[in-house]
């Protein structure tokens, strides 16, 4: 997968090198392991920008969308696994107090 996103969108391009994961299980895996300040970032880069990304992506359907408004589309996708993280449990990459995260098992 290119790193390379729409134009427009450049300034994301610093968390495709982490980020631009292409399964569920990848990007929960990722975000398990950082840091709650990078998690932290990562809300506060793309939150600003959710709007316009969705208006972006609004005009390809899913089956016919170019690699770069895939990416695109997987770093919103980043927005929503990590928004939790940050939203309700104060930046903390697991639930506090919560199962194991090795017990939860994703399937697409």
């Not at 997968?1 to 134009?7: E, G, I, T, Y």
């Not at 840091?35 to 316009?52: A, C, F, H, Q």
């Given at each position: ?7 427009g ?25 950082s ?18 990304i ?55």
């Open positions: 997968m290119s790193n390379h996103l729409p134009a969108f450049e300034a994301l391009e610093f968390l495709t090198d982490k980020w631009l994961l292409e399964t569920e299980n990848e990007r929960h895996r990722t975000r398990l392991a840091e709650p300040l990078e998690l932290k970032k990562v809300y506060d880069t793309l939150l600003p920008r959710m709007e316009e969705c208006d972006f992506l609004d005009q390809y359907p899913l089956s016919d969308m170019p690699w770069a408004a895939h990416n695109l589309m997987t770093l919103a996708l980043v927005f929503m696994e990590v928004s939790p993280s940050i939203e309700m449990f104060g930046g903390s990459p697991s639930v506090p107090f919560g199962f194991e995260p090795e017990r939860w098992i994703i399937h697409c």
